[in-house]
């Protein structure tokens, strides 16, 4: 019953490097989404995924990709890390989207430092 | 693009007693949703509560909700320390011409002292 399971639990990247967020999940959901939470800001959206095959910009897109790779998996990539981007990244799933969004299940989080 | 923010930011109070946290939000809403964050952890569902509902109960939690007022509480009561921890009302919100999503306020960090 692992739920929603992000990998690295940490990182540690100089300015400039790219990396990838992983995520998955098990619960046959249709939607995922990436979220940041950043100390006062509370959680802000970055990318979702209504549904297999379709992503769409959240409200702090900008520096970051997704790719919905199948109905489980949901990656989010930073190509060109900025220090800005020292965050907590979630991922988390519902059973569908939109204005019907019931629960979301959350990911432990990823820890992602850029120096 | 803040939708749902609570009230107060912060709130201690000694074990046994009740707690109560406020959200409000901006535009109609479907649904609302309370979570909980342990430090270090991921967010957890504690409670949702629908549009045409006026209060929602599970365990020691009670939720309101009053559209009139675009306002939500929830209370804890017979707090325990181990119900320290940051909660957060999540509403839905279109924005940007996306369908819209859930969007969620900065948190009320509750600190329940033995």
């Known amino acids: 019953n692992a739920g929603v399971t992000q990998t690295p639990k940490f990182q540690v990247l100089k300015t400039g490097q790219s990396m990838t967020l992983q995520c998955a999940q098990d619960?046959?959901?249709?939607?995922m989404y990436w979220y940041r939470q950043d100390p006062g800001m509370g959680l802000r959206l970055i990318y979702y995924?209504?549904?297999?095959?379709?992503?769409d910009k959240g409200e702090v897109p900008n520096g970051y990709n997704v790719s919905r790779l199948n109905k489980r998996e949901f990656s989010l990539r930073l190509e060109s890390a900025a220090p800005s981007q020292t965050s907590v990244y979630f991922c988390?799933?519902?059973?569908?989207?939109?204005?019907?969004?019931?629960?979301?299940?959350f990911g432990e989080g990823s820890r992602l430092t850029v120096l | 693009s803040q939708q749902g923010e609570e009230d107060p930011q912060a709130l201690s109070i000694q074990e046994g007693e009740n707690a109560t946290m406020n959200c409000s939000y901006k535009?109609?809403?479907?649904?609302l949703q309370w979570y909980r964050q342990n430090s270090g952890r991921g967010l957890v569902h504690l409670i949702l509560?629908?549009?045409?509902?006026r209060e929602k109960h599970s365990g020691r939690l009670r939720v309101t909700l009053d559209t009139s007022k675009k306002s939500s509480s929830l209370l804890i009561t017979a707090s325990r320390a181990a119900d320290t921890a940051s909660y957060f009302c999540?509403?839905?919100?279109?924005?940007?011409?996306?369908?819209?999503?859930?969007?969620f306020g900065k948190g009320t960090k509750l600190s329940v002292k033995p």
């Open positions: 535009t109609s809403i479907n649904n």
């Open positions: 619960m046959n959901h249709n939607s």
């Open positions: 995924s209504a549904s297999e095959g379709t992503t």
């Open positions: 509560i629908r549009s045409n509902e």
């Open positions: 999540a509403t839905f919100m279109n924005y940007g011409g996306s369908q819209g999503n859930l969007i």
């Open positions: 988390a799933s519902s059973v569908e989207g939109g204005s019907n969004t019931g629960e979301l299940f």
